[in-house]
């Protein structure tokens, strides 16, 4: 398990490490949460964000939860860790830029990845 600190450290390596294009109107910037955040369609509490896009009225922003990436990845050695880490800022990023471009590709597969947990669930 990491520290607060250290995820935060590495997250902006990470974004540090990607072309500032993709930041184009990202002007609430990238920030990393303490708290765990559970979707809101979990059943049984098992179902985390670990980060997401959000637009609002204060504009466009990228939000990692820190309580939420310690829980499901907490036991991964640093390197490990710093892989999932790409993979969810990558994740989040693509959200933003298909935002701009105005489709939501993404977001379709996030919601099929939803109704796979839900149906799975189901059968248990």
Do not use: T
Not at 14 to 43: C, F, T, W
Not at 92 to 98: A, I, L, M
Not at 104 to 115: A, R, S, V
């Amino acid at each position: 398990m990491i520290e607060f600190e250290e995820c935060a450290q590495m997250l902006d390596e990470i974004a540090d490490s990607m072309p500032y294009e993709l930041y184009r109107d990202l002007n609430g910037g990238i920030s990393l949460l303490p708290q765990l955040k559970v979707h809101p369609k979990a059943l049984h509490n098992d179902l985390f964000i670990l980060g997401e896009y959000i637009r609002n009225s204060l504009g466009n922003a990228i939000v990692f939860y820190y309580g939420s990436i310690n829980r499901v990845y907490g036991h991964l050695n640093r390197d490990e860790l710093y892989k999932q880490l790409v993979r969810i800022m990558h994740h989040e990023v693509r959200h933003h830029n298909e935002y701009l471009a105005g489709c939501d590709d993404l977001g379709d597969l996030d919601k099929i990845e939803i109704e796979e947990y839900l149906n799975k669930h189901k059968k248990i």
